[in-house]
């Protein structure tokens, strides 16, 4: 498998050839390393490192986030760098914004998100209610890689002793 970066700034891919898309990567790949306990260290394509653990009452050490909470950094993550361009893109200052994001979980097993609602919190000298809405709805509805996935029927697989397996679509 060959992980491609695209520069979406000058449109290239860089040794490849074009590929269609604006942004990001065509493929993403993750290396997560156990570190004992119920401790992980993940890496991505871009090189940074993420910490994640279990909190103490559950056999961590809570020494890093927790996989839902990533969850919900990716998602705002992924809409904040789409709104900032947007308004950007439009000329638009923005001088401070915040996102604040809550995740109503399932009670019963595997608790998955049920409902996820983000509140954006921006200030700008010439931002206006409805130029903000068209950015947040861009972002969430067309540009959002994040947002996408996570309202897409997604089929996860996996290799277990090269041995290929398919999860089949989220519920």
């Not at 994001?101 to 399932?106: E, I, N, P, Y």
Request: hydrophobic share 35%; proline share 3%.
């Amino acid at each position: 498998m060959r992980t491609v970066l695209y520069n979406w700034k000058r449109q290239e891919t860089v040794g490849l050839g074009p590929i269609p898309r604006w942004k990001g990567w065509s493929t993403v790949n993750i290396s997560i390393d156990w570190k004992g306990k119920r401790k992980f260290d993940a890496v991505g394509n871009s090189g940074h490192h993420v910490t994640m653990d279990a909190k103490a009452d559950i056999g961590g050490e809570d020494s890093g986030a927790r996989p839902m909470e990533l969850l919900l950094m990716g998602l705002g993550g992924c809409s904040g760098i789409d709104v900032a361009m947007i308004l950007e893109k439009g000329r638009l200052t923005l001088e401070e914004f915040r996102m604040e994001l809550s995740g109503t979980r399932a009670e019963e097993m595997p608790q998955r998100f049920t409902d996820i609602h983000i509140h954006y919190i921006l200030k700008g000298p010439d931002l206006t209610q409805d130029k903000v809405e068209r950015a947040i709805v861009l972002s969430n509805e067309k540009y959002c890689s994040a947002s996408a996935s996570l309202n897409a029927n997604l089929t996860v697989s996996y290799e277990l002793n090269g041995e290929r397996y398919e999860m089949g679509g989220t519920q």
